[in-house]
């Protein structure tokens, strides 16, 4: 150590005992609620950020003021209400899954509301804005597949998961729909765009071309393995900066962007819901500010009143 140096401060030490009570818990989301390896991760990550915070406390003696005092520090590291009100939810999963399986008398969690943070819209692109991101040039192996892979996020509104999860024989080409298993293993089928269709065919084309490809993937990286979506993130940045796009581009915006383009031109708010995968309307509504914002933005540049003129 450097002479003068502060002493790095050691991690929490966690309780051998939460840790297995945690193992187990992961294991119940995972055999018996069957989700997705990506929600049980963030479950994961969830729950580790509490059993740091009460490394010295035992689980089972929680009480609410301490819950409390947890997610005010947390909200004091910098936390917003949304990912506070994420991670409350995953609290009270674990605390209702060891009152059930393992005798704990209450939930320290129930009742417990995270602090509330300012509404955000979603981001989405302009159609002409996606309209680029889907031309983008080259024959390459690694381009077609990220050709092919960004039509279909935006021909479909499909989430990251969702994408990563398919398999070739999830595309009907005949019937021009694609089988997605959803959040909570729900299953849906959703229509997809002629052009994404296309780029779909030479995908699999040069997909064909790979050795020892994984044969449930129907998206994989250079080495045949199913692709992660850390490479997806990254290669859209990659284009997105090669397109001049705004760099925060990622996934989900073309989800967005698939749905407000899909509800200005229809108006139809269940049949985007539906296609979305989203239960309840109600998530599916902020698309309708979208709505309004795009309407907005056209009233004021083409009103020759929407503006008052300069002196």
Same mark, same amino acid.
């Given at each position: 150590?450097?002479?003068?140096?502060?002493?790095?401060?050691?991690?929490?030490?966690?309780?051998?005992?939460?840790?297995?009570?945690?193992?187990?818990?992961?294991?119940?989301?995972?055999?018996?609620?069957?989700?997705?390896?990506?929600?049980?991760?963030?479950?994961?990550?969830?729950?580790?950020?509490?059993?740091?915070?009460?490394?010295?406390?035992?689980?089972?003696?929680?009480?609410?003021?301490?819950?409390?005092?947890?997610?005010?520090?947390?909200?004091?590291?910098?936390?917003?209400?949304?990912?506070?009100?994420?991670?409350?939810?995953?609290?009270?999963?674990?605390?209702?899954?060891?009152?059930?399986?393992?005798?704990?008398?209450?939930?320290?969690?129930?009742?417990?509301?995270?602090?509330?943070?300012?509404?955000?819209?979603?981001?989405?692109?302009?159609?002409?804005?996606?309209?680029?991101?889907?031309?983008?040039?080259?024959?390459?192996?690694?381009?077609?597949?990220?050709?092919?892979?960004?039509?279909?996020?935006?021909?479909?509104? =499909?989430? @990251?998961?969702?994408? &990563?999860? $398919?398999? !070739?024989?999830?595309?009907?080409? +005949?019937? /021009?729909?694609?089988?997605?298993?959803?959040?909570?293993?729900?299953?849906?089928?959703?229509?997809?765009?002629?052009?994404?269709?296309?780029?779909?065919?030479?995908?699999?084309?040069?997909?064909?071309?790979?050795?020892?490809?994984?044969?449930?993937?129907?998206?994989?990286?250079?080495?045949?393995?199913?692709?992660?979506?850390?490479?997806?993130?990254?290669?859209?940045?990659?284009?997105? =900066?090669? @397109?001049?796009?705004? &760099?925060? $581009?990622? !996934?989900?915006?073309?989800?967005? +962007?698939? /749905?407000?383009?899909?509800?200005?031109?229809?108006?139809?708010?269940?049949?985007?819901?539906?296609?979305?995968?989203?239960?309840?309307?109600?998530?599916?509504?902020?698309?309708?500010?979208?709505?309004?914002?795009?309407?907005?933005?056209?009233?004021?540049?083409?009103?020759?009143?929407?503006?008052?003129?300069?002196?």
């Amino acid at each position: 150590m450097r002479r003068g140096a502060e002493p790095a401060t050691p991690p929490p030490a966690r309780d051998a005992g939460a840790e297995k009570l945690l193992a187990k818990f992961l294991s119940h989301l995972v055999n018996e609620r069957r989700l997705s390896p990506n929600t049980v991760s963030n479950y994961a990550r969830d729950v580790r950020a509490l059993l740091d915070l009460t490394a010295d406390a035992a689980l089972a003696k929680l009480q609410i003021h301490q819950m409390r005092r947890y997610v005010a520090q947390l909200h004091a590291r910098g936390l917003d209400g949304r990912s506070l009100a994420r991670m409350l939810s995953a609290w009270r999963g674990f605390f209702r899954y060891l009152a059930r399986d393992h005798g704990f008398a209450s939930n320290p969690c129930a009742g417990l509301r995270a602090p509330k943070s300012k509404k955000t819209l979603p981001h989405a692109l302009s159609p002409d804005e996606a309209a680029r991101l889907m031309e983008i040039a080259g024959d390459d192996a690694m381009t077609v597949r990220d050709r092919a892979m960004f039509e279909l996020f935006y021909s479909s509104g =499909l989430r @990251l998961s969702e994408l &990563t999860g $398919l398999a !070739p024989d999830d595309v009907n080409y +005949s019937d /021009a729909v694609v089988r997605v298993t959803g959040k909570g293993a729900k299953t849906r089928v959703v229509p997809v765009g002629t052009q994404a269709l296309a780029a779909l065919r030479a995908w699999l084309k040069a997909r064909a071309a790979f050795i020892n490809t994984d044969p449930t993937a129907l998206f994989v990286n250079a080495a045949g393995k199913r692709i992660s979506p850390r490479t997806i993130q990254a290669r859209m940045k990659q284009w997105a =900066l090669k @397109l001049g796009l705004s &760099t925060d $581009l990622h !996934p989900h915006m073309l989800r967005h +962007s698939f /749905a407000s383009h899909v509800l200005q031109s229809s108006g139809d708010l269940r049949a985007v819901q539906e296609m979305l995968g989203h239960a309840s309307i109600s998530t599916t509504q902020v698309y309708t500010h979208l709505d309004f914002q795009y309407l907005a933005k056209v009233y004021d540049q083409a009103h020759p009143r929407a503006k008052k003129k300069s002196a």
